[in-house]
């Protein structure tokens, strides 16, 4: 359950704020937060629901309206350092979430790569691993930087997924790709990482707030 929403400015970009029922109720307690950057996947729903299983504790979820252009593109950092700031926010890594959609998706998974001290877990749906540019596999920019990376953070989980229709479709070997370079540099299946292939699934809002549930319910299973 929620219990009211507040917004706030961050570098240009609005920010939707969700707190939790307990918040102004335990005005002593810090709460964990899923930085979502894509808007309207309807993840306070889905916490919530995982709430109510027993699954995760009620959680603050902020969200960034504004989408991702290259000319101003989403500044993580500033967000949670702000969201911090102004609200009580956990400061273990493992109590802070962040997740996006398409090219928000690659910032989601740079920014926990980068900051494994600011985020401990990232959900990345329909990930744009072919960049703006449309590359092929061999050449994305995201997969290049990870063939750079002599190692990865340990202690965090991802979880991705792409659908089998439209532009999802094209996403398999970009995901099998994806893969075998995180086994070579040690994470493993079902532990750091988990990557799913979403029968129906496309690159629309009506099928990502399908999706966001089952790839928290993979984080929230430690």
């Not at 790839?215 to 299973?221: E, F, I, K, N, S």
Request: glycine residues 10%.
């Amino acid at each position: 359950m929620l219990e009211a929403t507040e917004t706030i400015m961050v570098e240009g970009k609005e920010v939707s704020v969700f707190l939790p029922t307990s918040y102004s109720q335990t005005p002593h307690r810090k709460f964990p937060i899923l930085l979502m950057l894509t808007q309207g996947l309807k993840a306070p729903e889905a916490i919530a629901g995982l709430h109510a299983e027993g699954m995760l504790p009620q959680m603050i979820v902020a969200e960034v309206a504004a989408a991702e252009t290259p000319s101003n593109p989403i500044n993580p950092i500033a967000i949670i350092d702000t969201l911090s700031d102004q609200f009580r926010v956990l400061d273990s890594p493992l109590a802070r979430w962040i997740g996006g959609t398409g090219h928000a998706a690659v910032t989601a998974f740079r920014t926990l790569l980068d900051q494994p001290e600011l985020f401990g877990a990232a959900c990345c749906l329909s990930t744009s691993f072919e960049g703006v540019e449309g590359a092929p596999p061999p050449h994305s920019p995201m997969l290049l930087d990870l063939e750079e990376r002599k190692s990865l953070p340990m202690g965090i989980r991802v979880f991705f997924d792409y659908g089998t229709i439209g532009l999802d479709e094209c996403y398999e070997p970009y995901h099998r790709d994806l893969g075998a370079l995180l086994r070579t540099r040690g994470w493993k299946d079902g532990v750091e990482f988990e990557i799913c292939r979403v029968n129906g699934g496309f690159q629309e809002i009506s099928s990502w707030e399908q999706r966001i549930g089952p790839a928290l319910r993979w984080l929230a299973g430690r």
